[in-house]
């Protein structure tokens, strides 16, 4: 089996070469959990899902559905509250998503230093581990006030159907940093949430890298 994100701009594409390699348009059935399975004439299959979304449209597991359908509800628009985090800084913005791809609709990037781990013993490690803590609480504090003056302009698109909450980074933290939301934005942490892989410090070339795959498709294929 093979997996991979589809990024919302590439999915009619990748489904039309699903299509040309495997002989023909699949027969489309919905799953359990709003996924739907793809499957071709020669027996190979697609296992679609996407983080808030039921692209299924409410039919019942084995229940067929249009592809098209399908696919114009995996690439319709949607917002999502995005927030990096590791001990190198932050990152919060919003990002739109659609067919046409994504869309950083707003940003802040906060850079930090974490202490790294002491060898020394004794006195010394107890406070390097003060300080080090210190400067984690003051980067959390930091990065859930810094979503709360970018999520907060976008209240309204992050509470319609669809929106989503999409982190990267140390979970640890992510999790303190959500915990630590202002009243305004709180109910952005119990969005559908979608985990991504961050690669280097928050930042906003790291954003900008990173946004194509925020509300990307999951699929899964499985060969005859």
Same mark, same amino acid.
């Given at each position: 089996? &093979?997996?991979?994100?589809? =990024? ?7 489904? %039309? ?29 697609? /296992? ?12 019942? =597991? ?7 359908? %399908? ?10 509250? %995005?927030?990096?985090? &590791? ?25 930090? +230093? ?13 406070? +390097? ?25 976008? /209240? ?14 140390? &979970? ?44 990307? /498709? &999951? ?6």
């Amino acid at each position: 089996m &093979r997996s991979a994100l589809v =990024p919302t701009a590439r999915v009619p594409g990748w489904l %039309v070469r699903f299509a040309e390699r495997h002989g023909g348009p699949p027969e489309c059935v919905a799953c359990d959990g709003g996924r739907v399975v793809l499957r071709a004439s020669d027996g190979a299959q697609a /296992l679609w899902s996407s983080v808030g979304l039921d692209l299924a449209g409410g039919a019942a =597991p084995g229940e067929r559905v249009d592809p098209a359908e %399908v696919t114009h509800r995996a690439t319709a628009a949607r917002a999502a509250a %995005v927030l990096l985090l &590791r001990r190198g800084g932050a990152v919060a913005a919003v990002v739109r998503v659609d067919e046409s791809g994504a869309r950083v609709l707003g940003s802040r990037v906060r850079t930090a +230093y974490v202490q790294s781990r002491t060898a020394a013993g004794g006195w010394s490690q107890q406070r +390097y581990a003060r300080r080090r803590a210190g400067q984690s609480a003051g980067l959390v504090h930091d990065a859930a006030s810094e979503a709360g003056r970018v999520w907060s302009p976008h /209240l309204a698109s992050l509470a319609r159907p669809g929106a989503l909450l999409c982190t990267a980074g140390d &979970r640890g933290l992510l999790d303190q940093a959500l915990a630590g939301l202002p009243a305004v934005v709180a109910a952005a942490a119990d969005l559908p949430r979608q985990v991504l892989e961050l690669r280097g410090d928050p930042r906003r070339r790291v954003l900008e890298d990173l946004a194509p795959a925020v509300g990307a /498709l &999951r699929v899964e294929v499985s060969d005859p």
